[in-house]
Every structure is written in structure tokens, then in C-alpha cells.
């Protein structure tokens, strides 16, 4: 069956942001990652118990429930996608007799809708969480920095440059975690009530969100393992991890 034209666009479009955008985070971070070896930093070695707060109980809350659900949504999605691979049979090899894995998939869907309540919710109810998300909007310090820590990547400066506890890769997260989440609903929403969209809407509406919802998954878990990983696992400041989802410090 041949597809509109609009899928095969969206389709060039996302495989052109996937290898850009996942590209430069390739290369940021092996860059980061050279110069930290390269130029051990010294480690803040501060007693857990005088670190100060950077995730309070509302966000870690949030945090987990995204955390959870995004790993049961990539799993039961991508089995959907490659149910051939060895990976996906333990859901797809009942698919004939029962629909669990989009059953495990939508339940999934509607946690981590909830996550997003509930960060909205903490949003609500406690000023010091609005101020921190407030400090997430870009400004042009956030230019700065990423202009002067690629000086100090190349060379072209000594000392590393200063960063507050909420720089640019840390913006840069939590606002494609936003976007994602909006496209996914969306068109996850057009694929899970299916035969509403195709009474309102072409069929090729429901083939454009099928494509987005698809590689935007893909983008968003690449995403994850190269550029969060890397800041929260591998970055030697914090290896082997960063705790701060754990203890909040």
C-alpha cells in the first residue's frame, strides 16, 4: 500500500533529527569525556548529610514513575516494532491468544500520564519546585556556558568553565522530556482509540501519528542512553552514579 506523502516527509524529517541531534550528543560527550580524562577534575567529596537538596520527594516521585513507565513503554513498543527479535518474545508469543503486550503497553501509557499529573500537582502546591523549574527556561547564559565549555573541550581555556546546579544539559533535557511527552500523547491517543480518528480524520492521519509516535520513541531512548546516561552515570564527576534520584542529594 502506498503511503501518503506526508509519512514519507515525517519519516525523512525524524531520520535526519535522529542522526543530528543524536549525533552531536555523540560527539559532545565523547568531547566532555576527553577532556575530563585527560584533565582529571577534582571530585567535590562532600558528606551526604551536608549536600544540599536538588530533588526534593515531589520530583523523585515523578522521576520514578517516568523512569518505570518509559522502560515498560520502549520495551512493549519496540516488540510491536521488531517482534521477531528474541528480546520480544516473552510478549509478543501471546499475542495471538491475548493483547498483553498492548495491554502492558497502554497501562504503561496512563502511569506515565501520571507521572506528568503529579509533577504538575507538585508544581501546584509547593513554591520552591516552581522556582526550580522556572531556572529551566533558557537564557543566554546558558549560550555562555556551552560556548565556553566547547573552548575548554578544544583547548582553548584552562580551568572548566562554572556551572550552576541547572546548566544546559540539564534545560536541554527536561525540555525535550516536555515536547516528547506531548507528541506521544498525542499520537499515541490518535492510535489507541484508532477507529475514532479514522471516523473523523483520512486514513493518513493515523499513518502520520503511527511515524511519529514510532520515531520519536526512537529519538527519546536514544536520547536517554546517550545524553542522560552519560551525565548521570559515565560523567566522572558522578561515576558510577549520580544519587541525587535516590537520596535527593
Known amino acids: 500500500e502506498e503511503k501518503h506523502a506526508a509519512v514519507f516527509w515525517i519519516r525523512r524529517l525524524y531520520l535526519w533529527l535522529i542522526w543530528g541531534v543524536i549525533g552531536g550528543m555523540v560527539v559532545h560527550n565523547l568531547l566532555d569525556l576527553r577532556r575530563k580524562v585527560l584533565s582529571p577534575l577534582q571530585r567535590p567529596m562532600i558528606p551526604r548529610a551536608k549536600r544540599p537538596m536538588r530533588m526534593s520527594r515531589g520530583f523523585r516521585l515523578a522521576h520514578g514513575l517516568m523512569m518505570v513507565s518509559f522502560i ?15 528480546w520480544a518474545a516473552p510478549l509478543v508469543q501471546w ?22 499529573g503529579v509533577h504538575v500537582l507538585h508544581l501546584i502546591i509547593d513554591r520552591r519546585a516552581r522556582a526550580c523549574i522556572r531556572k529551566m527556561l533558557p537564557t543566554f547564559e546558558d549560550w555562555h556556558e556551552f560556548r565556553e565549555r566547547m573552548r575548554w573541550y578544544l583547548g582553548l581555556r584552562k580551568d572548566m568553565p562554572l556551572s550552576g546546579p541547572l546548566g544546559y544539559p540539564e534545560k536541554a533535557e527536561y525540555l525535550a522530556l516536555i515536547w516528547g511527552l506531548v507528541v506521544m500523547a498525542v499520537t499515541g491517543f490518535l ?28 529519538l527519546a531512548s536514544l536520547a536517554i542512553l546517550v545524553w542522560h546516561f552519560y551525565f548521570v552515570i559515565f560523567d566522572p564527576l558522578v561515576y558510577p552514579m549520580d544519587t541525587a534520584w535516590l537520596t535527593g542529594k
Open 191 to 218: 492510535l489507541w482509540f484508532e477507529n475514532v480518528t479514522l471516523a473523523w480524520a483520512p486514513k493518513w492521519v493515523a499513518d502520520v501519528a503511527t511515524t511519529i509516535h514510532f520515531y520519536e520513541a526512537v
Open 72 to 86: 515498560v513503554l520502549a520495551y512493549s513498543g519496540f516488540a510491536l516494532a521488531w517482534p521477531e527479535a528474541w
Open 95 to 116: 499475542e495471538d491468544q491475548t493483547a498483553l503486550r498492548g495491554l502492558i503497553h497502554r497501562i504503561a501509557a496512563v502511569v506515565m500520564l501520571v507521572s506528568l
